[in-house]
């Protein structure tokens, strides 16, 4: 009897254990999510439960994150750097502008070309090769383009502006008779009114030889001598230089043509009591401030009386060639 029970006991135990292997057998496995291990730390080599498996998602979502923040960040450094050039660009671009105009301020013309020209188709005796200055057109043209982009500026000085006028006038009207040449004078240009015609420009202007003179050089400086200056291309003109005027000769200059011009009998007839003098001086009579006589008196060989008798020539306006 014993030994039945002790036989049934054993049997019991074995069907259990039998029933428990089936029952594991039968169970699914719970689901794993499978993760990179280069997302986090190699000390685990697998993790499966459902809380590990959360913690595993906050670190990726902690990566993306904090890559998203660096994008951010990068965005911002990136918008930045690009407003900081933006701003560094307009300076830069408002810097260049300034130094460019300080240096444009600074530029003097250079009075070479027309020097070089003068001096090459003018005769000592003031004839001028109309001609030979046609065939060098484009050289006058040159020059009057560079006085153009150099006109007078506050900072100059008397002589420099001067000399800029006298020469910009004188080739000015070369070029007009130039361009219009053979002519017999030129009051056969623009219907008579040469003159008057705006063609002269300087920096952002444009003139004619009237406004040169009687608008701008006549009115602001005080300088009768201006008038031995400005050719009008006449014979009885005083002769155009022989070379261009330059701020450090121009005193010299001036009195050197104002010598001539006083005493070229053909043009002025000096004597102590009576004296036939050129129509300029009446044209301009307001011009010489200390009076007409004076000035020649300070040129010629012949000294004027005071009350001497003034005449004045007829002006033969005939081409200077």
């Given at each position: ?8 006991a054993?049997?019991f ?5 039998s029933?428990k ?9 719970e689901?794993?999510?499978v ?5 986090v730390?190699?000390t685990?080599?697998q993790?499966?439960s459902?809380?590990e498996?959360?913690k ?5 979502d902690?990566v993306?994150d904090?890559n998203e ?7 911002v450094?990136v918008s ?10 307009t300076g830069d671009?408002k810097?260049?502008?300034?130094i460019k105009?300080?240096n444009i301020?600074?530029i ?5 070309i027309?020097?070089s ?5 003018v ?10 200055f ?17 006109s ?14 006298f020469?910009?006038y004188?080739?000015a009207?070369?070029?007009l008779?130039a361009?219009n ?5 030129i009051?056969?240009i623009?219907?008579g ?6 063609f002269?420009?300087?920096g952002n202007k444009t003139?004619?030889l009237?406004?040169?003179e009687?608008s701008?050089?006549?009115p ?5 001598r ?8 006449a014979?009885s ?13 121009l ?6 043509l104002?010598?001539?011009?006083i005493?070229?009998s053909?043009?002025n007839?000096i004597s102590?009591?009576?004296?036939e ?12 401030k200390k009076?007409?006589i004076?000035?020649i008196n300070n040129?010629?060989?012949t ?6 008798e003034?005449?004045y020539l007829?002006?033969n306006?005939?081409l200077?060639?």
């Open positions: 009897m014993r030994k039945i029970s002790f036989v049934l054993i049997l135990i074995i069907g259990c254990t029933n292997k089936e029952e594991k057998s039968n169970l699914k496995p689901s794993t999510t993760i990179d291990t280069a997302m730390d190699h685990s080599d993790i499966t459902n809380n498996t959360i595993v998602q906050e670190v990726k902690s993306i904090a923040v660096r994008a951010q960040e990068t965005d450094k930045k750097g690009k407003e900081i050039a933006k701003k560094t660009n671009k810097g260049k502008k300034d105009k300080n301020e600074k003097r013309p250079h009075h070479t027309w020097n020209l003068t001096k090459k188709h005769s000592s005796s003031g004839k001028v090769n109309y001609n030979g046609k065939s060098d057109i484009k050289s006058i043209e040159i020059y009057l383009s560079h006085l153009e982009v150099t007078p500026k506050k900072d100059w000085t008397k002589n420099e502006k001067l000399a800029y006028w020469n910009l004188n080739a009207t070369i070029h008779i361009s040449y053979p002519v017999k004078s009051k056969d623009n219907n009114k040469p003159w008057d015609k705006k002269i420009k300087s003139y004619s009237n406004q040169i009687n701008i050089v006549r602001n400086f005080n300088e009768p201006l008038h031995v200056a400005f050719n009008c291309a014979i003109c005083p002769k155009l230089m022989k070379g261009a005027f330059f701020p450090s000769k005193n010299s200059q001036l009195n050197m104002s010598k001539s011009w005493t070229d053909s043009k007839k102590e009591n009576s004296i003098i050129s129509k300029i001086f009446e044209w301009y009579k307001v011009d010489f009076g007409v004076p000035f040129f010629s060989t000294k004027v009386n005071t009350n001497a003034i005449k007829d002006y306006w005939a200077n060639d």
